[in-house]
Every structure is written in structure tokens, then in C-alpha cells.
């Protein structure tokens, strides 16, 4: 079967409104007809910025039902292999190196991340006043945010995986905890 590629944008509403909306759009998919090349797989592109954009992959790995990797089109994080979904660690280092690299502009990311975090009623958060960066493994500069709107849909993915226990507060809580937010 082929992967199917979709454009998707989250609507205006609250936290329950927006999972409830992302849910529905995978309720359309196409059922597959067994595993490996008989899998049905999307690819929905979510978010852009620059260069960079963001799209979410089913199924994934775990194949959680619901879950889905969060990806970023444009660059590369790195352990033992290159990857494009970035792990929590990947987006804690991220922002660690923009506090670091850009200390007096670290303050609007973290009100930006407590923005995504509440989304209660909100449209999307403008984050063109943010005039900060980090670097990569390879020492590259990348506008930060690309981490910002990463951690939107991490904070979704939570919320679809995990809304029974504490969903989007699990991520939030240890960026709290690091100093992050």
C-alpha cells in the first residue's frame, strides 16, 4: 500500500476540542491488509517555518493506536543513527543550548512554550518576535522555532496517548523540572 501524505491543521478550541479534532482525522484513514508493505501509513504535514516543516507519521513502532512520531522536515538529530523525530531528550537539549546560546531571548520561548502548553481558546501562537536559535550535532544554527512547534505536537501526541492519566502535563512537568518552562 502506498503512504499517503495529508495536509492537516489543528482548529481553533481548547485542548479537548483540538485531540478530539486530530482523533476524527484518523479515524478516516485506510485500513491496511497486514503488516510490512500491506500496512497503510500517512505522513501529515502539520506545521511549517522557513525551510523547516513538521509532519506527524502512522503508525508508529509501538502502534499505541492513536500515536504518532513527531517529525521535522529539514534537519537531522543524531544518537547512533541520523533521525528526524526528535526524542524529549532531543528537544531538552535544544533548549538548554538556546538558553545558553541566547540567554536574553530565552525568556519569550519559555512564555511561548507555557502558551502552547495552556492552548486553551487560542489560535496559533505567533512566535515571529523570537529571535533565537540552536545548534545541532553538527554545530548548525536552527531557529528555534522549529523546537516550539515540535513540542505543539508532542504536547497532542501526549494528549492522544495518555489522556486518561495526565496527558500533555507528563512533558510539561519535566521541562518544569529542568528549569525549561
Known amino acids: 500500500m502506498p503512504t499517503y501524505t495529508c495536509n492537516y491543521r489543528l482548529p481553533s478550541g481548547n485542548r479537548?476540542?483540538?485531540r478530539q479534532a486530530l482523533i476524527t482525522c484518523f479515524l478516516t484513514e485506510e485500513a491496511g491488509i497486514g503488516r510490512g508493505d500491506d500496512a497503510s501509513r500517512y505522513q501529515y504535514n502539520?506545521?511549517?517555518?522557513?525551510?523547516?516543516?513538521i509532519f506527524l507519521k502512522r503508525p508508529t513502532q509501538l502502534n499505541k493506536g492513536f500515536d504518532f512520531t513527531v517529525n521535522i522536515q529539514g534537519m537531522y538529530f543524531k544518537k547512533n543513527r541520523r533521525y528526524s523525530n526528535p526524542s524529549h531528550n532531543d528537544i531538552f537539549e535544544a533548549l538548554i543550548c538556546c538558553r545558553n546560546e541566547c540567554p536574553d531571548e530565552y525568556n519569550a520561548v519559555r512564555e511561548s512554550i507555557v502558551s502552547i502548553y495552556e492552548c486553551d481558546d487560542c489560535d496559533d501562537i505567533d512566535l515571529s518576535h523570537i529571535n533565537a536559535y540552536f545548534l545541532d550535532f553538527e554545530g548548525t544554527k536552527h531557529p528555534i522555532q522549529i523546537i516550539l512547534l515540535a513540542i505543539k505536537w508532542l504536547f497532542m501526541e501526549q494528549d492522544c496517548a495518555y489522556w486518561n492519566y495526565s496527558g500533555r502535563r507528563m512533558l510539561f512537568e519535566r521541562l518544569s523540572e529542568s528549569g525549561l518552562v
Open 46 to 53: 502539520v506545521e511549517s517555518y522557513g525551510d523547516y516543516g
Open 16 to 18: 479537548y476540542q483540538k
